[in-house]
């Protein structure tokens, strides 16, 4: 089955620094990924939709200068957290859509991040 | 907007049934998904209806209504694995030729020996 990636699984940073998280898609391509934060006991909440080759799409309330993303080929996107603060701790998620599968889409094993 | 409405928490017996609910409000309806999440890890694909009626897969079945914004996922001969978060999700197509998945709060299903 298909199969997506995220590294790191988990992260510590201090506050003020910036953390870069990495989403791929093993086996299948994907021109379309979907960043997801989660705090603990809420459901997932879409941040940002990303684009290979273009701009990322962000959500409302999403501050795209302090999440950025890059989608630079068809199986990588990712995603930097800028500055982050304490606040900024949270579960990021990823999934890809499998561009053969016509909308299937596949989530990552998520990344844990917490700012000290 | 959009907006999707499940329970918060549910609990049940080991070998018994339940069922889940969700209901939605959305335009550009393009399917709805269940999925299962444990603490601390990623969601993983449970069903997928985009039409009217029940789809079955092993013990898990689910059903939509379109009609009525509605669906709900079945859990039969419940095992103490099934102790998780369900998600409810609504796949919606936007202008600009794009589709997004957004999520319900969740429900956290305990089961009991």
């Known amino acids: 089955g298909a199969v997506v990636s995220q590294h790191p699984s988990r992260v510590i940073c201090k506050s003020g620094t910036s953390v870069k998280i990495e989403c791929r898609s093993l086996d299948f391509q994907a021109t379309t990924m979907f960043w997801y934060r989660q705090f603990p006991k809420q459901s997932l909440m879409l941040m940002a939709t990303?684009?290979?080759?273009?701009?990322?799409?962000?959500e409302q309330g999403v501050e795209k200068d302090k999440f950025l993303i890059n989608h630079a080929s068809l199986t990588l996107s990712t995603l930097t957290v800028t500055s982050a603060h304490p606040e900024d701790s949270s579960f990021y998620i990823c999934?890809?859509?499998?561009?053969?599968?016509?909308?299937?889409?596949?989530f990552g094993p998520g990344t844990r991040l917490t700012v000290l | 907007g959009q907006n999707i409405d499940q329970p918060t928490e549910m609990t049940a017996t080991e070998g018994a049934i339940v069922q889940i609910n969700c209901t939605y409000q959305?335009?550009?309806?393009?399917?709805l998904f269940w999925y299962q999440q444990h603490a601390g890890e990623a969601p993983t694909f449970l069903s997928y209806n985009v039409l009217d009626g029940l789809e079955e897969k092993g013990r898990f079945s689910s059903f939509l209504s379109r009609s009525k914004g509605y669906s709900y996922l079945l859990l039969k001969e419940l095992q103490m694995k099934d102790s998780a978060s369900y998600l409810c999700?609504?796949?919606?197509?936007?202008?600009?030729?794009?589709?997004?998945?957004?999520f319900g709060a969740g429900t956290r299903l305990a089961v009991h020996p």
């Open positions: 990303s684009n290979e080759g273009s701009k990322a799409t962000y």
């Open positions: 999934s890809a859509r499998d561009d053969g599968l016509a909308l299937e889409q596949f």
């Open positions: 959305t335009s550009g309806f393009n399917g």
């Open positions: 999700a609504v796949r919606s197509y936007f202008s600009g030729g794009y589709n997004k998945l957004i």
